[in-house]
T-cell receptor
Framework: GAVVSQHPSWVICKSGTSVKIECRSL??????MFWYRQFPKQSLMLMAT?????????EQGVEKDKFLINHASLTLSTLTVTSAHPEDSSFYIC?????????????FGPGTRLTVL | RKEVEQDPGPFNVPEGATVAFNCTYS??????FFWYRQDCRKEPKLLMS?????NEDGRFTAQLNRASQYISLLIRDSKLSDSATYLC???WGSGTYKYIFGTGTRLKVLA
C-alpha cells in the first residue's frame, strides 16, 4: 500500500528557532502533498497544498512566510516553521495523493509532534 | 455553521453494541466523503469511503444523504479495539481535492 513517512516524529525546540519537518512518499511518487495541523482535542486543519515544482497554496489565515513549504521532488515535501513560538506547538501531519488510486484519496504520514518552549 | 459538523461525544458503549454516528456538511458541491479513524496521538487512517448507494465493510456501514447533506457510520457488534475518534471528511468543492475534517466523534467501547 501507499506509505508516507515523516521526520522527525517529535521535536522540542526553543522559542525563536526554526524547525524543518520532512514528508516522504516511500513507494510512490506524489505530485501533490498536503500539510495539516492538529491542536489538542481539535480536528485536523489544512494549512497548505504542496505541488511538486511550484509554489504551495496556503489556506486563509496561514502565514506563508512563517510556514515555508518546499516540494522539490516527487517524493519529498518539507515544512519549515520559522521563528517558532509556543503557540506553534502542535501535531503536524502531511498527506500525499497516491497515483493509481481515486484522485482524492490521501495517505497520511505518522505526524510530527512539535513542542516549542 | 461549521463546514463539517460532528457530535464530539464521547459515546461510551458496551462490547457488542451497535452505535451510529452522523456528520453534516455545509457545502452542497462536496464530491467525496470519507470516514477516517484516529487513535490517540496517531495519524488518521482511512476507514471507508462513502458512496451515494451506501456501502458496507464487515461490521461497518456508511450512508450518504445528499439531499439532507449528511453522512452516517454504523458500527455493529462493537469491539474494544473500535475505541478511537472517528473523523468525518469531505472533499471540498468540485475539482479540488482538499479535505475538510470534522472535529471527530470519540467512541469508547467498554468491556
Amino acid at each position: 500500500g501507499a506509505v508516507v513517512s515523516q521526520h522527525p516524529s517529535w521535536v522540542i525546540c526553543k522559542s525563536g528557532t526554526s524547525v524543518k519537518i520532512e514528508c516522504r512518499s516511500l513507494d510512490f511518487q506524489a505530485t501533490t502533498m498536503f500539510w495539516y495541523r492538529q491542536f489538542p482535542k481539535q480536528s485536523l486543519m489544512l494549512m497548505a497544498t504542496s505541488n511538486e515544482g511550484s509554489k504551495a497554496t496556503y489556506e486563509q489565515g496561514v502565514e506563508k512566510d512563517k510556514f515555508l513549504i518546499n516540494h522539490a521532488s516527487l517524493t519529498l515535501s518539507t515544512l519549515t516553521v520559522t521563528s517558532a513560538h509556543p503557540e506553534d506547538s502542535s501535531f503536524y501531519i502531511c498527506s500525499a495523493q497516491a497515483p493509481g488510486t481515486s484522485a482524492d484519496t490521501q495517505y497520511f504520514g505518522p505526524g510530527t509532534r512539535l513542542t516549542v518552549l | 455553521r461549521k463546514e463539517v459538523e460532528q457530535d464530539p461525544g464521547p459515546f461510551n458503549v458496551p462490547e457488542g453494541a451497535t452505535v451510529a454516528f452522523n456528520c453534516t456538511y455545509s457545502n452542497s458541491a462536496s464530491q467525496s466523503f470519507f470516514w477516517y479513524r484516529q487513535d490517540c496521538r496517531k495519524e488518521p487512517k482511512l476507514l471507508m469511503s462513502v458512496y451515494s448507494s451506501g456501502n458496507e465493510d464487515g461490521r461497518f456501514t456508511a450512508q450518504l444523504n445528499r439531499a439532507s447533506q449528511y453522512i452516517s457510520l454504523l458500527i455493529r457488534d462493537s469491539k474494544l479495539s473500535d475505541s478511537a475518534t472517528y473523523l468525518c471528511v469531505v472533499n471540498w468543492g468540485s475539482g479540488t481535492y482538499k479535505y475538510i475534517f470534522g472535529t471527530g466523534t470519540r467512541l469508547k467501547v467498554l468491556a
